[in-house]
Structure formats: C-alpha cells, structure tokens
C-alpha cells in the first residue's frame, strides 16, 4: 500500500513537469474551433452501421499517423487514441509492432487481454497497413458499442475503416519519405581492460587472490597497438558489427476520385527497412542484412447501381519479405550482447576470420557467412458489400449484406554457408578450425497458410419524427478461421441495437446480442449480451444554451453485459470427455505392450466464456469554443474467468480440469482528455493532453486458501511478475549474522539480502510477492501539439508511461556467470577490499548490483525488486515539422500542393526512472534486436 | 426490365439467406479425439480401455530409475520407513516424509501437492476414477458371441478387483478414505468425507467377491500372462481381511475377526492352483511363476538392479538405494551346532557370531537375498572392509551409498548378460515380475490368522490344515527345520512375524506389516551397520556398534509411524476430510 501510495506521489510530481513542457508550448491568446471527430454533437456510426450518441469511443484519423515514420501502426497509436497503452518490445525489421491494451490489462494474468480488431467490419490486421490506406481508426470502449459484439467485445474493439474515393476530379497523392534508424537502449560494454580489471575482482570475491590477468596482459589490453590487437584483443562488438544507423523508406501513391456512379481509391505503397550488420553482404540479389521490404496494395471501389443500390468492392493485399542472416536475428545480438572483447580478435593478421577450437562465432562470419533466411508473407483481403435502401417500404430503411475473405499464406526458406575460423598465438601462428562451405540448396523454413471468411447483414432504420429521432439496427455475423489441420475457429453474432433521441437533447441507447463460438457445448455455445445507455446534451437547455463560457457540455453514461471468449491455452472443447491411444500394457512373458484407450481430457460442460460488467460514465465539453474536455470513469467487473481450479477440486475427481471459470478481476479506471483549438490568422494550434489511469485487482482466482498476505494473488493487481523484494546488499558477516537465513544457495558479503515479507525467519520461495505490472503501465498519458502558421506546420508528440516495472538483463551489469561479459552497470557493484596496490575500493553504500561474480549465484539471480525495477518514463515521441509550398507556385509547376516534412519516432527520453537501457523494453537488444529511433524527411505531392 | 426491379430484393434475399443458414456453423466436432459413446460403443476399443487400466497397477521398481518420482509406485520401498531396509543417504523421499516435507511449501506456494504422499493419493483415485468408467459403460459394448459374453466377464472381474487393489493400497496407509464408486463429474459434490475402516474393507472385500465370481483361476491364454485371475481376487480380500483383524485396526472398528481372517487365507489354499517353487531365489526370478497371485509385469527399461543397489564395480550405477541393515540381518535363524534346529540368532552367542555368515550354518535365504563380506557376486568376492572392493575407501564419494556393509541381491540374476554399464558387463534381469501377492505369503497369513484364532495346531472350518503345517511349508522351501508342534501361541506368532520379515524382505510387506500390528516404535530404535577391519592374518573384526543413517530422524509423536498425513492442501479443497492421528496438529509455517 506505501509503495502504491509513493509511487501516486511520483506520478504527480512527474505530471506537474510533464504539464510544464507540454504548456511551455502554448502561444497565449490564440483560440480555434474545434473539428475534431466524436465532439459531444456527433452522431458516430460504429460496425454494421450501427449509430451512437451515448457511447465511449476514441476517434483518429489516418492523416494522423502518417506523421509517425514507423513500419507498424500499432507503434502510433499509444499516445494518439485516449484509452490505448502501448508497449513495444523491440526493433525486428518487420516485426516490431507493439503490444496494446484498452484500458489496461483486464483479465487474470495469462488471459486473453487483447481488443478485437476489425478492419471494414471484417477480421484483419491493420498493423501492416499504410497510414494512407486509413481513413479512420475507433477506439470502443464501453459497453455501449461493444455489447454488439456479444463475447468478443470485454476487451474493447478497434476498428479500422479504410479510405474510400470522393466524387469529384482526380486526386492523385505521392508520400515519399526516407530516412535512417538508429539503434537506442543498447548496454555500453567494457573493453578487455576494463573486464579484465573487473574479472580479477570477481575472481578474487570467489577465493582466488592471485589475478586471473596478470598486470602485463592488462598491459597488452590496454595498448591496442602492433601485435596486441592479435594477441590480447580488445573488441567494441557494438561499435565494430551494428552500422550507426539503417535506411528505412516508405512511398505510396494514392489515386482517387469518381463519378456519382463510381468512386474509387486505390493505393500502391511501398516500405523497406534495413538492418544494422555492418560486415552483412549487401547484393540485392543475395542480401544477408536484417530487413523487411512490404508492398501495400488497396482498390476501394464504390458503385451507386441504382438510386438504391450501391455496392462496396475492396481489394487489398499486403506482400511482405523479410529477411535475416541464417543463423537468425537474435544469435547475432546474443553474440554482440555476451562475446567477450578478449575472446579472439575479428581478423587474424592475415585478414582469416579469428576465432577459437570452441568459438565459431565471429560475427563478420555469422552476419556474411553463414547464409541467409528468407520469409514471404503474403496477405490478401477482399470485400463485397451492398446496401439497399428500402425507402418504399419505409423511410429511413436500409440492409445491408457483406463478405470479405482474409487470407494470409507464410513461406520461408534458407541457405546455410559455413566458415572456418583461425584461432592466433602469442607467435602469431594461427590455426584453423572449421570449414569453409559455400551456400547451401535451400531448405524450407516455414510454409503456412490459414484464413478467415466472414458475412454480415444489417438492416438499418434511421429516422426522425419531430423532435424525436430513432436509429434501430438488427444485424448477423458469422466468421469463420480456418487454419488447415484443425476444425475451423467460429463466431457467430445476432444482434440489435436502438439509439433514440428526443429534441437532439436526450438520448437512450440499448443493444442485444446472442453470440456464439464453437468452442463451447452444444446448447451452450450462445450468451446473451446486452447494454443500456443514456446521453443528456445539457448545453442545449436553455440555462446553458447562451452560454459563453460553456459552449458544449454532454453527459453519457452505459452498463452492460459483455463477453471475453479468448483462451488461455490452444486447448479446445474443454467441455468434452475426450479419449487417446494410452500406453497399454505388457502382458505376457515378452515385453511388448498391447495398446490401450485412456481418457485423456474429463470433460466441463459448464466450460464458459469470461463475462465482463462494465459502467461507463463520461462527460465531454468545451469551454469559450476553444477549449474541449472529455472525462471518463469506467468500472469493468469480470467473473466467470479462466483460471485452474486443481488448488480447489479434490484429487478424489480423480482427474484434472485445466481451466474452470472460476476467476474474478475488478477494474476500474479514469479516462481524461484536455484540448486546446485555436485559430488567429494563419496560426493555428491544437494541443491536446490525455490520461488512462486503469487499476484492478484479483477478487478471485483459484489459488489456494489461506496463504500468508505476501504470497496472495487476490487482492492485488492481476497483472506482473512474482518476486522477492531486494533489501540491498549484505554488508558484512555481521550483517549476515543478524539477517534470516536465505535458502537459495550460498551467499556472503556483497550478495543480494532479501525481506522476510511472511515473516518466519526464512527467506524463501514464500517471501515472494507480486511485483506490478511488467510492461503495462498503470497511467498512459500523451501530449500532443500541433501548431501551422501559414505554410508551416509542427507535431509533437510526447507520451508518459507511469507506474510500471520491466526486467533489467543481467547484460547491462555482469552476464559472465550467463556467458557474457561485463558492461559499465558493473562499475556499480558492491566490492570491499584493498586492491594490490594498497587502495581500498568500498562501493557499499552506492552499490546498485551485487559483487562480481564469475558463477552463477542462485541467491542474487532470484527474481526481485533488482532485477524487476520501477520504470516510469517520458519519451518524446514523435516530432513532425512540415512546410507546405505556396499556392502562388503550384500553379507554375501544375500540383494541387507540396508539403515537405521531416520527422522523427523515439527521439528522445525525458524523463527515465531505471535509466538502464530503453525503459519502454531494456531487453530487447539483448533477447531480439534493439529498438530504434527513426528520422526521416519528405514530400507530400498533391496532383 | 423485370429483372432491374426485382434487384431491390436481391440484398433483403441474401440476408435471409445469411440468418437462416447460420445456426449450424457452431457444431465443430474435434476430428482427433474420440468420445466416451465411440470408445464404448466399440468392442475393440472397450478392450483397449479395459488393458489400460492395468496402468494403475505400479509396481516397487519404481519409475525412480527415470529420475522422477511422479506417482511413484515404489515410493514404500524407497521410504524405507521400516527398520529393515535403508535408502540411499541422498534420498529425496526418505528425506521428505521424516522431515516433514509432506506439508513444505515448494516454489510457487504449490506446498503440499508436489509430495510423495500427496500423489500417491491422486494417483489411487486416478485409478479409481478410470476404473469406474469402465465399470458404468462396458455394458454398451456390443457383444456378437458368447466368446465375447465370457471376454467381458472376465475383463470386469477384473476391473473390480483392480478398483479393490487400489483401495487397498489407499486404507493400508491412510486408514477410511473417502469411497468413490462412481466416476465424479464436474458437478458432482467433490468433497465426501472419509469412511470409517470397516465400511472401507467391507467394499474392499465386496468388489474381491464381485471379481472372483466372474474370473477364472487362470488366464485364458498365455500372452494374457499378468492378468488378474479368480485366486488374485481371493487373496486380496484375505490380505484385507487379515489387515482388519490386526491389532491395529481390529481395536478401532474394523469388526473383522482372525477366523474371518484364516477363513479367507484358506479358500485361497484349497483353491489348489499355487505352489510353492523349490528354489527361493526362482521365485523372483522366473516370471510368472506357480507362486505368484499377482504382479506387475516390470519393464527391462526399469532396470531396477541397475539402479537400485549395484555396486559399480558390479556393472551397477552404485546408487545402492537398499540396504539391509544389521537389525534385519539378525532376523535370519541359524542352525544350532548342537540340536541341528535352526533357531534365532543370537548376537552373544559365540558360535553363532563365528558363523553368522557361514552359509551352511545361516539360514539359505540370507545367502540367496543379499551380498556380505566375503560373499560370492558374479564370481567376485566382496569385500566390505576399508580397501576392499566395496569398503569405504573403494568407491570414493560413492562409499558412502554402501553404508551398512550390506547389499540386496534378492531381484537380481547374477547368471544372463544383459549389456554393459560403465565398461563392466551388467548381468541382471531381462524382465522382472514385480510380486504383489504370491503363495508364501497366503500361507504365513493363514499361519497368522489361524494361530491368533485357535493356536498352531488349529484349523480353519475343520480342514485339517494347520497354522504350524502353514509356515513349515514355508520353512522347508526355505530349508530350515520346521518349528515344533509344542510351541505356544505366543512363540508362534513371534516366530510368523519373523518369518515374514525373512521370507518376504523388500516386497513391501514389512513396512505395513508393522503398521498393522500397531508396533511403529520398532522404527524409532537405533539401527546399526556392521563395519569389518581385515586383520593382517586375513581375519575380520566386525563391529556393529555404528548407527545408520544420519538422516534417520525420529517423528515426535508415535502416531505418526502408523498412518500416512493427508496432504494439508487436500484438506483445505475437501474441508470434510479429518486429518491422521498424529499430525493434526502440525501446523504449516
């Protein structure tokens, strides 16, 4: 509870600077108006054109996230939609998205937490999207628009609409921007000196008084010069194999327009990312470089077939090639993240590759040498919709029939190529070891294949009588995911929503829905779910409506019944008795068994969907018609919860249930937003502030009754790792003396001291407690700023990132006893004793890591508060500065409008807790590939 | 133009299309798994079910050798939590029931759960649980023939004395345990409470009769070998029986008699089917044999001399994990150099000390079941002195597995080859039975029951089969003199416990059997070791001064030698079950 409280405390202090940066930014007394989509007067039409006025619902537009110049669309929205925390885990070219939760993380731990994803109504993936395919991206968040989706919708929704043509003239639009990566968050490694010094302390800690490198090799480390760098090398592995920076571009021409008959938009995109390796054969044609080369395509077709009638036609597909040296992306890092600087030197004096009998791992040969790996992914989506008005039965009818298909084929392949290494003696004769082979026939390295059909049918009424508005929706959906070994993954939806309003004032709003999954029992595969919702739009009474203080003022509020079907396993059909093959058994005098049936799974006929109540209450104004405000609290209560319940099903059942829907997690959480338009002259600014604060806590989870408080997972946050709390380091023997046994092996002065949270005496397993959420943030917040004057414009984006923890690698500290080596974190350790030279070196009281070490020591690698640390952050996160060319010129050269730009994605840490590594992910260069910051310029084209 | 109107009902018509052909989308059967109606609506497959449950039956060669203790079945043994048998000095088992570890929290607060004992219990009602399948659903395989009518007799005799088995196993170490006899569902009340004793054995005595009604005496072809059988049944229910009329129990409910006892051991006898096999040491030898009631059929994988107690220098793995330990040693008669009767050895007893391992003096069971110093192993001659090939100093660290200058031999061939270990060729055992009930057994029973019922000269039901004729068939299988008609009862059953501790070591009979007789305090005595110096002349000084095993601790209440403690985490999933004397009030830290 103190920590909690601390930690509340630190939030605000880092809010207030946060606020001061942001604010810092404001010019005074400029005011605009606002245009920002989901302001309180909106009508927003959410899937299967089902319309709300009372409902949760973040909006951004595409335009939006051209302005980041990540691959991965996921990585811009944390920081554009309130209600979205993100976390990306690394820098893989092609494959470095981010992880995102709507409203934080609302299940067990382990469980589904993932919103559901639509792009045009259908299941797809917008990640690989370009950003000027969107015309849209909705964040549903409360029960009002996500019952609909019966028991997918707990999670949230996102959906994404892509851009469709305008009647009109051609338009044609051509995005080209390049630009360079640059890796950040990566371990400063000491060289073979350094080491060297630091591994005699370690050796000493372990017993050995005589230094493992004597003074003259030290010597030899120190001056890299002739011979030394053979003999006694000293190797920067990040300066000497990653590239200070890697190319990355993105193009795309987008061409639309259309008649009243037809409209049409169609784009051809084209991005490549390259790797860092520097030794990486660079050929077109046979690349071993870390990249990811994808090609977006899109026809959005619109045909008006009569007055009534109109048609959707999408064509979409996205080719994907991603490529890496063949012995893959995370053993180059793994070599350049743990090789010792002393091991071999990178080229013998004869320019052979250096290496040892046991090391064949110099990373010129693994980046040049060992062959490549190829994957092609290969998506494809298609749509067809109509909708017809059935205005002659009665106006404001309409239906609606879609089908899309998204299909996704993976093929990959590699080459291996081997080569020898030459180890050098003191002489500098050298000896080989290994064989050189050139490359290989190529083996197939993946082949797959899965897709997803899915229909929907809506009929739609939409009309108003007098004061008294309706909008009523009765819709199906089915889907179907067919991955080719298995039976196919299906839901299937019913539905009906009503959205009333009286004198455009009052709102009502419900919805209904009977969803299914084929997971469950017969006749128990469909939940009914359902939401109630109420908007008042109190600026329109008339205390309110002369206003000039409060220009907008509206007040919504929803519950409901949502459902969550998301396993926690790939086990299916938990509710059937299933049986198998089993052993048998070896009758008779040979010992050969007869084969036999077991009962492999015992059946749950109650097995069940997560059910998730949620309460949404919000409030949106504006203030002087400047400035816009919006306030959500939201409640989201779940039961029914995937969890096992072995601690609470007897062994006399006699067999075991791998999950029963036993859990319970309440969350809770705030939503605010502060924005700022204004407009004078030229100038023009929008600033925005956002905050998602979400918190929840275990009601129920199966675990076993009556643990002592520390070890309890109920009551506390469902999220995080499990870990001791780290009480610094042991002093002395004294100290060792006076402090509880530790139980995880041997330990002295300098090793890690842990609390005694049961308070038996011992420290063990059960002093464990749950550390926070790893990764997932409690607060989310985000500023942005966008500023034009005349043909100039500026975006900042600036996102926080409170209350979290992540995993600190050993490799920022000392990895030798893991097999790496040492980087600067290991100036930080603990070390009391008089060095050879008679100076004493006590680092006791500012030590940050245990004493070095050269084995691995069970006591100090226990997961704890040391290796688990409070990461708060602030990044800058994007920064775009755009200048749009006169109009006076466009007419001399024939274009609508250029605009050429600059941005940058990652640019910066203001504000970093843990200080080691990237804080957003500190592993990620150690574990994958490293994280990188993007700057890149271009031109925007209008024709 | 007809067609351009109508289109307008085109969408309204592939909607309806759309809601109406949905509903059966959801119905995704699995297309790898079978259901319980498939398995049980096929013959073959309801055979297949039905060898399955011949799973459950674990045998003492414990699944050890694979390096896990999952649902050991050899857990008893390895405990050696009778005075006659020692465990190896690192073993977990040992260490984790006399230390208390059936309540220690592991990683994770999964306390409880991972212990020895606590699998032992899930394991019995796994069992029990897939028994109980059967035993509701064989009657919906079809049946063609009256061959089949007869199969399916047979094979559900012989589930219900597999169900009786495993409820045996159950009530031998914790006493009334919850009765399941049908299979759980998920909505089923999960907690019953415990059974008192005589309910227990009752149903244990009842499913034996069930079986034993609808098995035959032998199986019906020689590839079904290690099936149960109607004599297996019958000795269960006397092995149930004679648990009940025990001491023990017999003071606490059970409402069994010795007669009841004697009674069952007899019918067993008459049945005429088992013998006893001349040789001693055939009998754990040769599969199958004519002494054998029941057993497991034990895989070559198990390798249990491999593991268990061979010396390296044997073609073993020296992990030694059985030894006799001097006090067991005692248990073995010699011949008396006047009378010519084998009588008790005596340890202040010059000449018995002078022979104590003289082969021709020392009963042949002492020879034939383990190696001492000097003894003759696959041609070599052990030496369990200090330099000697199996004294202290001759195996380095390992010495130490090879502690109480003794080593079982009794499960292992010194004569087939069966590859080699370490260099050294590996003589052992092909394929092993691992013993449940035999013969000898049956008859030290009745011997027991019927001296406790009438004395040694009774008889049960006027048969004219005697306790003393009982043990004497023993006896002289053995070679030893049989024990004279004169002997009081007292003597007598002193004599038939002994005689089972000798006759049946390392079968998991002693570690009960002290149980049952409610005498857990002879495992709280110091236990000794014999350690031998070789004199320079060649001559031996023995001293048997030295207690074994620093990890033998002593419980602090003595109820705690007799029943297993229920796993404290099954306790607080069933609020219903009442914990074992003796350990309700140990608390978890």
Known sequence: ?????????????????????????????????????????????????????????????????????????????????????????????????????????????????????????????????????????????????????????????????????????????????????????????????????????????????????????????????????????????????????????????????????????????????????????????????????????????????????????????????????????????????????????????????????????????????????????????????????????????????????????????????????????????????????????????????????????????????????????????????????????????????????????????????????????????????????????????????????????????????????????????????????????????????????????????????????????????????????????????????????????????????????????????????????????????????????????????????????NLQGIGKQSFGEWGLKSLGFFYDAADIANSPVQKFGTYAPGDVKYADLNHDGIIDGNDKTRLGGTGIPNLFTSANLKLSFKGFDIGVQIVGLFNREVYIPLEFSNAIPNGGKLAVGAYSRWANYTDQNGNVVDTRSTALYPRLLTTVSTNNTQNSTLNIKEADFIRLKNIEIGYTLPKAWMKAIKLESIRLFCNGYNLALLYDQAKIGDPEYPGAPIWSYGKTRILSFGASLNF | MNSIKNIKWLIPFLFTILITSCSDFLDRAPTSALNQKQVFSDLQLTRQYQIDLYQTLRSGFSSFVNGDFTESWGYDLISNMDDYCMGSKNDNSTFELISGGWMNRGENANWGNAFEVARRWRFSYQSIRAINIFLENYKYAPLATDADRIEMNTMVGEAYFLRAHHYFELVKRWGGVPLVYKVVKASDDQRPPRADIKTCIDSIVSDCNKGAALMDTVVSSSQWLGRATKGAAMGLKARALIWGASPYWSTRGSGISWQDAAKAALDVINLNVYHLMPNYRDVFLKTFNSEILYCQNSAPKNMWDLYMWTPNFLGGLTYGNFQPTQEFVDCYEIKDNVTGQYVNFDRNNPDHMANMYNKDRRDPRFNQSMIYNGANWQGITCEYYTGGNLGYQAVGSMAAYFYTGYCFTKYWDENVLVGTVNGVARKGNPLLNWIFLRYADILLMYAEAQNQAGGPNSSANGSGITALWAINQVRERAGISDLPSSISQADFDAKVRNERSVELCIEDQRFFDVRRWGIGDVLARDLHKVVATKNLDGTFVYDFSQTVGPLRKHYDNPDQYILYPINIEEIQRNPKLTQNPGWQDIIRN
């Not at chain 1, 019966?150 to 338009?171: D, H, W």
């Open chain 1, 1 to 709: 509870m103190m920590m909690k409280i601390k930690n509340n405390l630190s939030i605000y202090k880092h809010l207030m600077s946060f606020g001061f940066i942001v604010l810092s930014f404001i010019p005074s007394g400029v005011f605009g108006q606002t245009d920002r989509p989901g302001s309180p007067d909106s009508t927003i039409t959410i899937g299967y054109n089902v319309k709300t006025n009372t409902a949760a619902i973040s909006v951004i537009r595409g335009s939006e996230l051209e302005t980041h110049a990540t691959d991965n669309l996921s990585n811009a929205l944390g920081g554009l939609l309130t209600g979205i925390s993100a976390q990306q885990m690394g820098g893989v070219p092609g494959s470095d998205g981010s992880n995102l939760w709507l409203r934080g993380f609302r299940t067990l731990s382990g469980g589904a937490s993932q919103p559901l994803v639509l792009v045009d109504n259908a299941p797809g993936d917008y990640t690989m999207l370009d950003p000027n395919e969107i015309e849209t991206i909705k964040v549903l968040k409360d029960a009002a628009s996500t019952a609909i989706y019966g028991q997918r919708g707990a999670n949230g929704v996102i959906l994404v609409t892509t851009k469709r043509g305008k009647a009109g003239r051609m338009s044609i639009k051509l995005d080209a921007q390049t630009g360079f990566q640059e890796l950040v968050g990566l371990p400063t490694f000491l060289n073979s000196y350094e080491y060297g010094k630091l591994f005699n302390e370690a050796k000493f800690n372990e017993g050995s008084p005589i230094p493992f490198y004597d003074d003259a090799t030290l010597a030899k480390y120190k001056d890299q010069t002739g011979n030394n760098i053979y003999t006694n090398p000293s190797v920067d592995y990040i300066g000497q194999f990653l590239k200070p920076n890697a190319p990355i571009q993105r193009y795309s021409l987008n061409i639309s327009g259309g008649s009243s008959f037809a409209k049409y938009s169609i784009l051809l995109g084209v991005m490549d990312q390259q790797g860092f390796y520097k030794y990486a054969v660079e050929d077109p044609k046979y690349s071993t470089n870390a990249s990811s080369t994808r090609y977006n395509m899109r026809t959005n077709l619109d045909i008006q077939i009569n007055k009534r009638l109109s048609v959707l036609f999408n064509l979409s597909g996205q080719i994907a090639r991603n490529k890496s040296p063949f012995v893959g992306n995370s053993t180059i890092w793994s070599t350049i993240m743990h090789e010792l600087p002393n091991s071999y030197p990178i080229f013998t004096p004869t320019g052979m590759l250096g290496g040892t009998s046991t090391k064949f791992n110099n990373p010129v040969g693994l980046m040049s040498r060992s062959g490549y790996q190829e994957v092609n992914n290969r998506n494809m989506q298609a749509m067809l919709e109509a909708t017809q008005q059935l205005d002659f039965i009665t106006k404001g009818l309409t239906i609606t029939v879609s089908g899309a298909y998204n299909g996704f084929n993976t093929y990959g392949y590699q080459k291996q190529q081997s080569f020898a290494v030459y180890s050098v003696d003191a002489n500098l004769v050298q000896t080989k070891f290994g064989l050189d082979k050139p490359l290989s026939d190529g083996t197939d390295l993946s082949n797959d294949m899965n897709y997803t059909t899915s229909l929907w049918g809506s009929i739609n009424y939409d009309r108003s009588f007098g004061d008294h508005s309706l909008q009523a929706t009765v819709m199906t959906y089915l889907d179907q995911k067919f991955i080719p070994r298995y039976s196919p993954y299906v839901n299937l939806n019913y539905g009906a929503t009503l959205n009333y309003g009286f004198l455009k004032r009052y709102f009502l709003g419900g919805s209904l829905s009977k969803s299914g999954n084929d997971n469950y029992a017969p006749g128990s595969r469909f939940g009914l779910f359902y939401s109630f919702s109420g908007g008042w739009d109190v600026h329109k009474e008339s205390f309110l409506s002369e206003s000039n203080i409060l220009t907008q003022l509206k007040i919504r509020s929803s519950y409901g019944l949502v459902g969550n079907n998301g396993q926690v396993s790939t086990q299916r059909y938990l509710y059937q008795t299933q049986y198998t093959t089993g052993e048998g058994y070896p009758f008779g005098t040979t010992y050969s068994s007869t084969s036999g049936t077991v009962e492999s799974q015992a059946g749950n006929p109650y097995f069940t969907w997560e059910k998730s109540k949620q309460f949404n209450i919000g409030i949106d104004g504006g203030l002087f018609n400047k400035v816009y405000f919006s306030f959500d609290y939201y409640t989201d209560n779940r039961f029914d919860m995937l969890a096992s319940p072995m601690n609470k099903l007897p062994d006399i059942f006699g067999s075991t249930l791998s999950y029963t829907n036993i859990g319970k997690v309440n969350s809770k959480g705030i939503e605010a937003v502060l924005g700022v338009n204004e407009k004078m002259g030229d100038f023009r600014l929008n600033m925005e502030l956002s905050a998602t604060f979400s918190d929840n806590k275990v009601i129920e989870n199966g675990e076993v009754n009556g643990l002592s408080s």
